[in-house]
């Protein structure tokens, strides 16, 4: 079953607090059920089946708004207890039911405009994912930064004809797949900076992006070993990558 409750009170046209309290649920997916049978273990791969449980979870949210001048900024605080999370195994190939999990966290947003044309806007996240019961309670889960955040601005520069956009995204340290013992190395923190501009002509629309401007060298995926500390296998993103687009939008 799935319900929520909310409501949000306006204090005056600047300043509003909202919350809300919920109780959701996930049905597993066939893919997830029966889609995802082990090859590296061939010939005897892990067989797959309809023993998922269905996902559910409780939350509770709240938070304040404000529109002061030009500053838009909206900060909210969560806690999400969840009971049999769905979860893709590495270790086996197979989706499997994790021991009950809590998430909590903050997150800010905000943006700012300097003038008609130019904008700057910001996102900053604190997050806690942890096993609350079973054999790695207390442990973070893995894949799940602690810190994360972005930093744009945006640059009208003539009439939508041509704009301006830059954006610094960072990415936390966080666990590797399959260190739920969290015993492994980290995934190291990046940071990365994207810029692109571009525009519309009427039906006509035009940019050139440059993705991982100063080529960051970096990977945001990676499997530890069960077996050896230290061991794992990464998967590098790309360096400095360009496209340009050109399109056209038909009556």
């Not at 996902?55 to 529109?67: D, K």
């Not at 998967?235 to 340009?244: K, L």
Request: hydrophobic fraction near 40%; proline fraction near 5%; charged fraction near 20%.
């Amino acid at each position: 079953w799935a319900a929520q409750l909310g409501a949000e009170h306006r204090f005056n046209d600047m300043v509003a607090v909202f919350g809300h309290v919920a109780h959701s649920f996930r049905v597993p997916n066939a893919d997830e059920r029966i889609g995802q049978a082990v090859a590296f273990n061939w010939p005897t791969p892990t067989p797959t089946n309809f023993d998922l449980r269905t996902q559910t979870s409780r939350e509770i949210e709240g938070g304040a708004r404000a529109h002061i001048g030009a500053l838009d900024l909206q900060s909210s605080v969560y806690d999400m207890e969840l009971k049999d999370e769905i979860f893709y195994s590495p270790a086996t190939g197979t989706n499997i039911n994790l021991d009950p999990t809590r998430h909590w966290g903050v997150e800010t947003t905000a943006k700012l405009r300097l003038s008609d044309a130019v904008s700057l806007r910001g996102e900053v996240t604190y997050t806690r994912a942890v096993f609350r019961e079973g054999m790695f309670a207390g442990r973070d889960i893995p894949l799940i930064s602690r810190w994360s955040g972005n930093a744009g601005v945006s640059w009208n520069i003539w009439d939508k004809y041509v704009v301006y956009d830059a954006i610094v995204r960072y990415i936390g340290p966080r666990r590797l797949d399959n260190d739920s013992a969290n015993v492994q190395p980290l995934i190291p923190a990046h940071t990365v900076v994207d810029m692109r501009i571009g525009g519309e002509v009427k039906s006509m629309f035009w940019s050139f992006a440059v993705q991982n401007v100063f080529n960051e060298l970096f990977y945001d995926y990676g499997i530890a070993s069960l077996a050896t500390i230290g061991r794992f296998n990464a998967y590098p993103q790309p360096g400095r990558t360009f496209m340009a687009r050109l399109g056209f939008t038909l009556p």
